[in-house]
């Protein structure tokens, strides 16, 4: 027969330190994070609509659309290398990879190319059946509580795209 576990005082921060934080907060950061990219699109769309002359919004929207798609991984890869963007601050959550270390640059670029799996069905799938903007919203929104949910069924309560790019979400919270 084994002797009965001891733990080390250590052991209890260090499972506490791989902890997902729970659905409604990191749902909580994901809302603040769009507020706070309200900023960052409108100050990029503003330059690239400066520097290509654009007169109507309709002109070069996919010019537009793929500048904005770069500025927002050059954001998220730099925030996300570093393990926190101001939203994540703020609600005491950080990005690191499965073994709990700091994101490269790559495996952040993995992460927000991943992270489009929020929008990319609904928004396929809005187009491919033409469907009005207001149907496609709440398309757009009955997806990102499905993917919400269907972190529940992780075996760590991580959301799938992180578990695809090797990445999880952990609680920063300190330690009492």
Known sequence: MSAPDTASPDSGRERKALTAPGLWRRMACWLYEGILLFGVVFIA???????????????????????LFIVLGIYFGWFWSRGQTLAMKTWNIRVVDTAGQPL?????????????????????????????????????????????ILSRFHPARQFWHDALAGTRLIDSRPVN
């Open 45 to 67: 769309d503003y330059l690239i609509s400066a520097l290509s002359q654009t007169r109507n919004a309709l002109e070069n929207r996919h010019l537009q659309q793929a500048f």
């Open 104 to 148: 490269t640059q790559g495996r952040a670029l993995r992460r927000y190319v991943l992270s489009w799996l929020w929008f990319l069905p609904s928004l396929a799938a809005s187009a491919a059946f033409h469907l009005s903007g207001a149907q496609a919203t709440v398309i757009v929104f009955a997806w990102v509580a499905v993917w919400a």
